[in-house]
Structure formats: structure tokens, C-alpha cells
């Protein structure tokens, strides 16, 4: 048993559909495009089981987590 160990935990399987709906969701809250979240919201569903929605959640964080890039004010008026 040395100090680097190669013995990895197995990662849970991921629903990669469900994360990149959550991605996607995360965008068009971002952007504020209301007709994208609702269309999004209506594909997820209530009737889905919790890992399911964890991994929608996994996809919204991972987009939250890049900071927005900053705006420039118009300093041209």
C-alpha cells in the first residue's frame, strides 16, 4: 500500500441527457429566455426519479460555475 494509490472510487452512472438538459437550462436562465426554461422544464418533467434530477442538477452547476463575462458600459453616447 504505497502513497499513491491507483484504486479509484467507481463513479455513479451519470443520465447524460438529463445533465445536458441541465446545462442547456442553465443557459437559457443565464440569457433569460423564459419560452427555453419552460420548453426545458416541461421535457424533465416532475415524474422523473431523484438521480435523474440530481444529474439535471450536476448540469446546471457545472455552466454555473463559469463566472458571466462582464459588460462594458457604452461610453460612446
Known amino acids: 500500500m504505497g502513497i499513491f494509490s491507483r484504486k479509484k472510487d467507481p463513479e455513479p452512472a451519470r443520465n447524460d441527457e438529463m445533465v445536458e438538459l441541465g446545462r442547456e437550462y442553465a ?3 443565464r440569457h433569460r ?3 427555453a426554461m419552460n420548453r426545458i422544464m416541461r421535457q424533465v418533467g416532475n ?3 431523484v438521480t435523474d434530477l440530481s444529474d439535471f442538477r450536476a448540469g446546471q452547476e457545472t455552466y454555473d460555475s463559469i463566472p458571466p463575462i ?3 458600459r457604452n461610453r460612446r453616447r
Open 33 to 35: 429566455d423564459t419560452r
Open 70 to 72: 462582464p459588460r462594458g
Open 47 to 49: 415524474d422523473k426519479d
Open 27 to 29: 443557459i437559457a436562465r
